[in-house]
């Protein structure tokens, strides 16, 4: 989910022309990566911003914190702010209603916002949630418009473009080309000792791992992760397609289903039928006087 687009960085300024200064972590970063707090406020929004800069954020107001990301961001020659893990935020909690508000705000700082999350609709982010007085609580009440034609257009929605990441597809050369400039990704930054180039996008390794992953770029990377603290634990300190047959990422994404011998050995699972309950023993009941009568 992004929003805006930062304008040219003004020559003039020391943050563009990636001098120097004592004391700085890294002066020109023109991307920053963050994860939005668990439990998320302006203060922990702001100051999760903050320590990307090792800048100082202890015993500062809200508007000191703001101001110092405002600060940060345009002495960093900023350009895209990317805040991951934003579906965190429910849209049922004030403080993360001030959150949604405090990210709106950070759109007139020329950078360009990226919010990554699952679900983005399903959370609410792009609704607009209400104060329900009786419940004390916000609230976000079912709308026919919504049933209809989906989510209502909000602010936020107005000003916040949706990016759906669907799985990978090899139907077309652009996308083969796609898969395997990801691969390459992936296989530059592997640190195994016998890597060699082509590990991941040499051979049918592409294939390979297209099958093994069912096209999902988590799986993939569940997968290469895997095998790779596996291939080092063995001291094989390589990956190839009879070490990642070993790695099991679920068992809708077994390479080979298991055979009759392999299911047959498998214990069978324990009854959990629930068992009926035993009846009360009624010899010592007292049936009453009506019935000693009738047995006389």
């Known amino acids: 989910m992004t929003s805006g687009a930062a304008p040219s960085c003004p020559s003039t300024r020391a943050a563009c022309q990636g001098t120097a200064l004592p004391g700085t972590l890294d002066l020109h970063s023109p991307v920053i990566y963050v994860q939005a707090p668990v439990t998320a406020t302006p203060k922990s929004t702001c100051t999760t911003i903050l320590n990307f800069f090792k800048a100082p954020s202890r015993s500062l107001t ?14 960093h020659g900023v350009k ?22 405090l990210i709106r705000a950070f759109m007139g700082l020329n950078v360009t916002l990226i919010l990554i999350g699952v679900n983005i609709p399903g959370t609410g982010l792009l609704r607009e949630a209400q104060w ?10 079912p709308l026919e418009t919504a049933r209809i034609h989906g989510l209502e257009v909000t602010q936020t929605k107005r000003r916040f473009e949706l990016v759906e990441l669907d799985r990978f597809r090899t139907t077309t050369p652009a996308e083969i080309h796609a898969f395997v400039s990801h ?24 294939e390979y791992l297209m099958r093994r992953t069912n096209e ?17 634990a063995s001291g094989k300190e390589l990956l190839d397609e009879d070490l990642l047959d070993e790695i099991i990422i679920g068992r809708e994404d077994l390479a080979h289903p298991p055979d009759a011998s392999s299911q047959a050995a498998q214990p069978k699972p324990a009854n959990t039928s629930k068992r009926r309950p035993r009846s009360r023993n009624t010899v010592f009941d007292d049936h009453g006087p009506q019935n000693d009568q009738a047995a006389g």
């Not at 329900?132 to 009440?141: D, E, L, N």
């Not at 999902?216 to 080092?232: H, K, P, S, W």
């Open 132 to 141: 329900h007085a009786k419940q004390r609580a916000w609230v976000m009440p």
């Open 183 to 206: 691969l390459q990704g992936i296989e530059d930054h592997l640190r195994l000792l016998n890597a060699r180039p082509g590990i991941l996008t040499g051979g049918n390794m592409p």
């Open 216 to 232: 999902v770029v988590g799986q993939l990377g569940r997968l290469v992760e895997d095998g790779c603290l596996e291939a080092m």
């Open 80 to 101: 895209a702010l990317i805040i991951d893990d934003i579906s965190r935020m429910r849209m049922h909690r004030a403080d993360d209603q001030d959150v949604l508000d």
């Open 62 to 75: 809200l508007p000191q914190l703001v101001r110092q990301v405002a600060e940060s961001i345009e002495d």
